[in-house]
């Protein structure tokens, strides 16, 4: 950990915000780079202008790619679009534009020319497409780099299911795009924003009220309202800010938006673990001015810029007041909501990731319901919380999102809003905090120490790491305990995971190659405890270099 970490900003740490406006408008890619080329991860394309990663010609031919998909795919109704908080959102935005109306796509962005959360731009999609009264299938367009910190932007595309794209559609997108790169953006086609603005098929639409007004069919608000619970909401300086204020009037909650601010600097931010700012709702660190608040509220929430993850404070067995490990309060969700959701599909399933904690399996099997663990990536749940197939799906970084109380899909990416009021239904219903109920969860199931640690690794080292077969793996015991499984695909759907899993009755690691970074990220859990935990991660760094090198 940084030595300034939990810290209030200093000046020296926030970007001039002219300095990387000036940076999307002048400079080119270099596609020599592969830095600098249109690469999609798991939530859209992203990067810094500074870094010639995420400049104007990047938007305008990721754009019109996405212009060509949705011929491709016959997807002939609106686009909607929309942006969060950082700095190159908005211009980015306005970048889409420019190529949307020009292509002559009908495209809807927010009615308040305000800021949309990632959630309202799902739940407007599916809204659209079941309504029964457009024959013609809409999509979207959500500009946020999420978290990262505030030289970033990121450009993300959710097909007419509503949720992140599937890399089919991404890799098409991607080559696409930089096909268009490479011809000096030849082929995209574009008119002035003042033009593209009061274009015919530029429309708006009022994501805000959408969301808010249909929040009553997702959670029990009443239980909320009624109980008199204190609500204190942190949007982090991201597109939930006026959200937060919308709910807590419309639905008549003792709600206070913590802090409204909105600062393309992020100059209230206190700093997250390595000293950069980093909206992380996830991390003490990010969410320290929170933490010292929070003995004002029955309950304390974040959420990142754009509103797809969740953080919870409140208080635990002890009374104590910390924010909750993200694996924690996925256990409690699961455990409430399996047994309060009597309009759930019987056989609806659980949905994890496969670097998510095992207390999950745990709850998932004293419910009763089939626990399918997929690949890291909320996308693997779409089609599940689509059909009903998955009631809830959720990832270890504070992502995830449920069924309506009738079955119905609400959203199919993250909902960041949705898990933070649930936390206060939690409470509300059963009188006791999610702390305080993970506490009888672990007493009844084990206490599990859970961390991700990097290690470091080359290019080629990593490729070799994502495609691992577990034959290559030749080790029989993890930390004095025989291995149960080697695991190179998901066991829930049966897709390649990227990396390793190894398990043993008592723990388990991961193992995935950063696609950023020159390192792997380790994950690890352990039954036994912290020195066990760090016995695991050891030997799983070890195991793991051995097959690499």
């Not at 700095?87 to 020009?102: I, W």
């Amino acid at each position: 950990m940084a030595n300034r970490a939990g810290t209030v900003a200093l000046p020296s740490d926030l970007i001039d915000v002219s300095a990387l406006l000036d940076a999307y408008y002048d400079r080119k890619p270099d596609l020599s780079d592969p830095a600098q080329r249109v690469a999609f991860g798991t939530s859209g394309h992203r990067g810094s202008s500074l870094k010639n990663a995420f400049n104007e010609a990047h938007i305008a031919a990721i754009t019109q790619a996405i212009v060509e998909y949705r011929a491709g795919q016959n997807i002939t109704g609106p686009l909607f679009l929309a942006k969060d908080t950082h700095a190159l959102s908005d211009p980015a935005q306005n970048t889409a534009l420019e190529v949307l109306a020009a292509n002559g796509v009908r495209t809807l962005i927010d009615a308040r020319d305000g800021y949309t959360p990632t959630p309202a731009l799902s739940h407007a999609i599916l809204t659209w497409n079941r309504s029964g009264k457009n024959a013609q299938t809409a999509d979207g367009i959500v500009v946020t780099p999420s978290h990262n910190p505030p030289a970033d932007g990121g450009f993300k595309y959710n097909p007419p299911n509503g949720g992140p794209a599937d890399t089919d559609a991404t890799g098409w997108i991607a080559n696409r795009a930089n096909e268009l790169l490479a011809e000096g953006n030849r082929g995209v086609k574009r008119i002035p924003i003042e033009q593209a603005r009061t274009s015919d098929v530029v429309g708006t639409h009022d994501f805000l009220a959408n969301y808010v007004d249909d929040l009553p069919q997702v959670l029990d608000l009443d239980a909320i309202r009624n109980s008199g619970l204190t609500i204190g909401a942190d949007p982090l300086g991201g597109a939930s800010v006026d959200y937060w204020a919308a709910i807590g009037e419309r639905h008549n909650l003792d709600l206070t938006v913590v802090n409204p601010t909105v600062d393309p600097q992020w100059a209230f931010m206190t700093l997250d673990w390595d000293e950069k700012i980093r909206m992380d709702c996830s991390s003490p660190y990010a969410m320290a001015s929170l933490i010292e608040k929070a003995g004002d509220y029955d309950i304390a929430t974040g959420n990142d810029a754009d509103a797809d993850r969740h953080g919870i404070v409140c208080a635990g067995p002890d009374g104590t007041r910390a924010l909750m490990n993200p694996n924690h309060y996925l256990a409690v969700a699961i455990d409430y909501l399996f047994r309060h959701r009597d309009g759930w599909p019987a056989t609806s399933a659980i949905g994890k990731t496969l670097v998510s904690s095992s207390i999950i399996d745990k709850v998932a099997a004293s419910t009763g319901r089939k626990l399918i663990e997929v690949p890291v990536g909320f996308k693997w749940f779409v089609s599940g919380l689509l059909d009903g197939g998955i009631a809830f799906g959720g990832e270890e970084s504070a992502g995830a999102s449920f069924l309506t109380r009738d079955g119905q899909p609400w959203s199919t990416d993250k909902d960041g809003i949705l898990l933070c009021l649930l936390a206060s239904e939690i409470t509300a219903v059963t009188g006791k905090t999610p702390a305080v109920r993970y506490g009888e969860l672990t007493a009844e199931f084990g206490d599990p120490v859970y961390a991700r640690i990097d290690a470091a690794a080359d290019r080629d080292q990593k490729a070799k790491l994502g495609k691992l077969s577990p034959e290559q793996v030749t080790a029989d015991s993890l930390a004095g305990d025989p291995i149960t499984a080697k695991l190179t695909e998901a066991p829930g759907n049966g897709a390649a995971i990227g990396g390793l899993k190894v398990t043993t009755e008592k723990a388990w690691f991961a193992a995935r190659p950063s696609g950023t970074e020159d390192v792997y990220k380790i994950y690890a859990e352990s039954f036994v405890g912290a020195d066990h935990l760090t016995e695991v991660q050891a030997e799983a760094k070890k195991l793991v270099d051995s097959v690499i090198s």
